[in-house]
């Protein structure tokens, strides 16, 4: 099941100690520095289900530096630690609620927190005055961010609708996604995304009546739909009737969030190759009162999948 919320720690690594060394049988220092501690990064993936790593481990640090050894040999850096998130992760500071970022671009790389510089060995502090020193300096603290992850998908196109509705079929038919499906509602238990020419599509657990109240799978997807530049609205031509469903689905989502209902909206008929054609054309009829970008598609008519694939090319 994918997770979408998580609290984590984040910790860079320290840096290592300076060594307090001599040279054997003759005088003056030779305590090498420590080393840096490694940085702590994040970076950007299309993999919706990294926030699942958190659900076995919260506390992730970078290798600490390495101590300062004789001879003046330093110690060795500390490797920095780079953490796959999903694109479209907020990263909050726990304490203060402060979003700190969000990045939107595939493989971008971001600093989190910053190693501890390494400390000095006691061969840096020599000088004609003080020819023995006795002291180096302690590595310093690595960074340490204490940290909400909160997921929200960001989609050129969501598929939205009730359940049982073909739209896991339709995403694996255009992007050759892997997503689940059964003839029985809820096969989709998780969103999945796929990728077709350029643009990305995702599709969201099917909606019931009550979804914005949490009933179904609820509330824990609806947000996942905030972010999406076009809605696809898929609504069964098995269906007895069509117009209450769409009425459904945009009820919840509007009582969600009003902006919801805002956004560009491309309705589906789909299963067309199960139903009458007489019986598709009259829903088309009653749902293009409602809009005016109806299609109807099934993915065993390759020509009503081309259609599809212009029509998302146009937006």
Known sequence: MLID?????FKAGDGGNGKVSFRKNKKGPDG???????????VWSDNLNL????????????????PGESNQRSGRNGEDLVISLPIGTEVINKKSGQRLFEVTKLNEKILVAKGGSG???????RSGELTTPKFAERGQKGEKEKLILSLRLIADFGLVGLPNVGKSSLLNELTGAHAKTANYPFTTLSPSL????????????????????GKGLGIG???????????????????PDPLKDYETVRSELGKFNSEL?????????????????????TAKKKIKKLSKDVLEVSINDWNSIEKLREMLNQN
């Open 194 to 213: 796929g990728v077709y020419n350029g643009k990305v599509l995702a599709d969201i657990p099917g909606l019931i009546e009550g979804a914005s109240q």
């Open 261 to 281: 209902l805002k956004k560009k909206e491309i309705i589906l008929i789909t299963k067309s190759d199960l139903t009458n054609p007489k019986e598709i054309e």
């Open 51 to 66: 926030l699942n790593q958190f659900s076995r481990e919260t506390n992730f640090a970078a290798e600490n530096g390495v």
């Open 221 to 239: 997807f609806l947000k996942h739909i905030e972010k999406v530049k076009v809605i696809l609205h898929c609504i069964s031509s098995l269906s």
């Open 32 to 42: 090498g520095n420590g080393g840096k501690g490694g940085d702590l990064y994040v």
């Open 119 to 125: 400390g000095l060995g006691n061969w840096e502090f």
């Open 5 to 9: 919320t998580a609290e984590v720690t």
